[in-house]
């Protein structure tokens, strides 16, 4: 069971970039890493999804170390509206079973 | 409405009673979850479904029971609601080849009194 640990929570300044780290040491092989935003009263929403070395999209940037035993996401420029909480999840629809989300990680960002 | 749809959105029961929440995606994903999500413990997987009529236990299945005859609904029941099971309930999507990308409906707010 790939299970993470990420920090409970982080404070940001508007305008900040800002990285939150994931670690999975038992991750297995076909383990994907995931990364979901969700604000209060709403479901989880996709940001990035990696699998080695570094992905970046419109929002959101994520790093994989070679061994795979973390990763952290990198939100550039962070506004207000980027308070939510984030979670990290690492595995395999073929391993379905076993997915499970960490705690997250609660950013506050403000002016 | 296109996307996932969760149905109702709040519901409150008394203990021992019987509840069932909807969940419909207009998707046609094959993969569909439900999650229960409690203060300090993130989203804890219940059940999942690969395709209609297969269905499989997550890490907390315990007095839940699950149903997938079509392949855009997959309900959740408690078939005697406890009141450990008072929580929010999320329902998500996915398909095979996006790795774990998720689509997560709104959630249900279940309190059982």
């Known amino acids: 069971l790939a299970k993470t640990t990420q920090p409970i929570s982080m404070d940001s300044y508007e305008g900040q970039e800002v990285n939150i780290t994931c670690s999975h040491n038992?991750?297995?092989?076909?383990?994907?890493i995931t990364w979901y935003q969700q604000f209060p009263s709403q479901g989880p929403r996709f940001i990035i999804q990696g699998y080695k070395t570094k992905v970046t999209n419109e929002v959101a940037s994520l790093f994989i170390p070679a061994d795979r035993k973390s990763s952290t996401l990198s939100l550039p420029r962070v506004s207000l509206s980027d308070t939510a909480v984030y979670y990290c999840?690492?595995?395999?629809?073929?391993?379905?079973?076993?997915?499970?989300f960490g705690t997250g990680t609660r950013l506050q960002v403000t002016l | 409405d296109a996307g996932i749809t969760q149905s109702p959105r709040y519901k409150i029961t008394e203990t021992g009673r019987q509840v069932t929440l909807m969940c419909h995606q207009t998707w046609s994903h094959s993969y569909m979850f439900w999650y229960r999500q409690d203060l300090g413990h993130g989203l804890r997987l219940i059940y999942y479904?690969?395709?209609?009529?297969?269905?499989d236990k997550g890490e907390v299945p315990d007095g839940y029971v699950v149903s997938r005859s079509k392949t855009e609904n997959f309900p959740l029941t408690l078939e005697s609601a406890t009141r450990s099971q008072t929580s929010v309930y999320f329902c998500?999507?996915?398909?095979?080849?996006?790795?774990?990308?998720?689509?997560f409906g709104a959630g249900t707010r279940l309190s059982v009194l």
């Open positions: 998500a999507s996915s398909s095979p080849g996006t790795g774990t990308i998720q689509y």
């Open positions: 999840l690492v595995g395999d629809l073929g391993t379905a079973s076993k997915l499970t």
């Open positions: 479904s690969a395709a209609a009529d297969i269905t």
């Open positions: 038992n991750i297995a092989t076909n383990d994907y």
